[in-house]
């Protein structure tokens, strides 16, 4: 099972400011800037690969408060787990749309890989942290708004393993948001 | 007069481990990578293009540390001030190399002006900070080696003033380092 982060900071690695707010992306970049050619910096052709998806609760409550229709639901074919020890249930706008989930992350994508998915899309920096401990993230897709915030929400945790970025790739688009793109080795 | 940022950082955008380590910097990346096209990853062309350095107190002792050789010293052109309000005098390896400076930094750059300089490199963490929040960087060159800290010295303290990055440039190298840069503008 293949896992990637695909996630947007600021120029200084961080994924909110210190109270959660994201409002600084949204206004981030340059907003005449000629898009034409990648107006959602890759991010269809991301989830058009994934076949499920696992965040965090804070990262369901972000996409719960936008409050999105059917129609501007962005993940239709993905299967969606929200790890949680402390909710049980999703917020209505959510139901049917996502899967609470408490238990062990190495089972749960034991589960997935048995269960016929190939492709993992890891959100929320608490999970991507989580999960790179457990040595499962494979690639890490990161978006830099051309803005820095100067403190906030780190998008790492505590690592404890030795992480490897290899296969470097970056662009600037005309936005000015810079992505840059690794896959990630384990070990020495 | 012109102010410019080149800095080295982790993938997360750290300058140093938490005790001010910098060691993975010097093992990160493929170490057999084919760099002869680019072997300082524009380091030197950087240098050429500066006729001053402005630096604080930790990244003088940092330097010092290393212990270089008149031969192996970079900056033999650069008009160097450290700042400090501890210290009045350099360390004795970098006597003649550095001049220690208490004073207020805006009048230090109009000194440096008006003597006819023309582009200062600001280094370390601490003392970029201090510049941009003074609206006097111009200009950033963050060169992120392939290795997530999880935890350290992040680049910047705390902005307290609005830093649009504009003109956004991204390069990744053989070895798996990234080179970003990015023009800076004040207010909205």
Redesign the interface.
Known sequence: MKCSVYIATS???YIATTDGGVDWLHSAG?PNADMSKNPDMGFNRFIASVDCMIMGRKCMQAISSFNLTDEQWPYPETKIYVLSHSIIKPPPNLTGKVEMYSGDITELMQQLEASGHKHAYIDGGATI?AF?NLQLINEMIIT?A??????GI???????TR???????????PN???Q?K?EVHYGQ
Request: negative net charge; charged residues 20%.
């Open positions: 120029a200084d690695g340059d942290t790179i830099k051309p803005v820095i915030l100067g403190k780190p998008l790492f945790g505590e690592i404890n992480v490897n970025l290899i296969n470097s790739e970056a662009v600037a688009f000015d948001f810079i840059i690794y």
